[in-house]
Every structure is written in structure tokens, then in C-alpha cells.
């Protein structure tokens, strides 16, 4: 358990307005990491950090942003959120001291109506 | 692009029974990474596979990796209600994971 928590758990909003999502970790962990699961897809990488200001984008990532301003921190927007935004969102993390293993937060789920 | 498949995507199988889940991806890694989710909950690492050839084992549970072929397994032994969840496997590729899309276990008692 790497001490990772997302804020909110649940969200419902319209589509068109802006929303974001918190992760939260306490183990100093390098690497940060949002994906998203929807039915028949398993997860796919929206974004990752592997450092403070530090990220890159992964295979889903039209949409949405992310920014690193603390190494505990990693905030996913979604500037204008989309019905096809709907979907379960979970952060993960990578120590990055010689483990690979990845540790994953509890998900949020969001529904853009 | 790189691709994870995963088969079979739906399994039932007695309790008691043996069964592989295969896992195939299309690029050259050296790390396959296995994880379990049950429903509404979280994902669970299960193992870490680092290089050709390794193998591990956790009660039931035993995974594999041929880097040559580009192929893991997670190999069921006995299977006991408890095993009931969904399957994933994921491939690392430099600083980004790609994930399998599931296999989803019922252990019928």
C-alpha cells in the first residue's frame, strides 16, 4: 500500500464544464500515473509524471491535462468534460528506487451527463 | 502500437479444477506485471516478472514469462472460490504500462 488516495470518489457533472481530479500519495514515490477503465478496454494511460513538473502523455490523452507542482501530488483536468469522459479514473504509482511495481489508488468514478 | 491480448476473456471453470490465462504482447520488454481486481474495488499486484524465463508462485496462483515468445501465463491450480475476480496483465514499455484487457474468473463451487 503506497498511501494513495483520490479526491472525489464520485463526481456528476454537465458536460461542458471543467473538472479535476486529485491524487495523493505519502511515499515519495517518483512516478505518477492516471489512467482510465471502461468496459472492454482494461486500463489506458491518460497521462504520467516522473518528477515534479515533470509528465508526458499517454495513449488517451486528448482531453486532458495534468500538472505535478509537489511529489505528492498529481491533478488530472478535464477542460471540457464529455459524455465519452464518463468512466473510472485511477491513479497509480512507481517508486522508482529499483521497483517497477506499480501501487494503485482507490479510483473515482465520474459521469459527465 | 503496442498490443496486450489477453485470452480468454470470460472464464468459468469447477472449483478444484486447473486453467491458464495467456497473456501475448507485440513489443520487446523484459517486464510483464500481473494484477488482480475485484469488482467496485481497486487493482492488486499479484506479481512482478523481470526477465526471461522467471517464474513465481502465491498459493494457487503461479505466472510465467517467455520474453522471446512475448508471452506470460498465470497458471490456476485447484481453483477455490476465493480465486473469483478479474485478471489483468500489463507490459512495460520505457516509462509507460500497457494493460491486457481482462480476463474475468468465476470459480463455480
Known amino acids: 500500500d503506497a498511501g494513495i488516495t483520490q479526491s472525489p470518489r464520485h463526481k456528476v457533472t454537465e458536460t461542458g464544464t471543467p473538472v479535476t481530479l486529485r491524487c495523493h500519495q505519502t511515499e515519495n514515490h517518483r512516478y505518477m500515473y492516471w489512467y482510465r477503465q471502461d468496459p472492454g478496454h482494461g486500463l489506458r494511460l491518460i497521462h504520467y509524471?516522473?518528477?515534479?513538473?515533470?509528465?508526458d502523455k499517454g495513449e488517451v490523452s486528448d482531453g486532458y491535462s495534468v500538472s505535478r507542482s509537489k511529489t505528492e501530488d498529481f491533478l488530472l483536468t478535464l477542460e471540457s468534460a464529455t459524455s465519452s469522459q464518463t468512466s473510472v479514473y485511477f491513479c497509480?504509482?512507481?517508486?522508482?528506487?529499483?521497483?517497477?511495481?506499480?501501487?494503485f489508488g482507490p479510483g473515482t468514478r465520474l459521469t459527465v451527463t | 502500437e503496442l498490443k496486450v491480448e489477453q485470452n480468454p476473456l470470460f472464464l468459468s471453470m469447477q472449483e478444484g479444477k486447473n486453467y491458464t490465462i495467456y497473456c501475448n504482447y507485440s513489443t520487446t520488454s523484459d517486464r510483464l506485471y500481473w494484477y488482480r481486481q475485484d469488482p467496485g474495488k481497486s487493482l492488486e499486484s499479484l506479481f512482478v516478472?523481470?526477465?526471461?524465463?522467471a517464474v513465481k508462485q502465491e498459493g494457487r496462483l503461479m505466472a510465467s514469462l517467455d520474453t522471446k515468445a512475448r508471452l506470460s501465463t498465470l497458471h490456476i491450480t485447484a481453483a477455490v472460490h476465493d480465486l473469483s475476480a478479474t485478471y489483468f496483465c500489463?507490459?512495460?514499455?520505457?516509462?509507460?504500462?500497457?494493460f491486457g484487457t481482462g480476463t474475468s474468473l468465476t470459480v463455480i463451487p
Open positions: 497509480a504509482t512507481v517508486s522508482g528506487r529499483g521497483s517497477y511495481e506499480q501501487y
Open positions: 509524471s516522473y518528477g515534479v513538473k515533470d509528465t
Open positions: 500489463a507490459v512495460d514499455a520505457g516509462n509507460q504500462f500497457y
Open positions: 516478472l523481470l526477465s526471461n524465463g
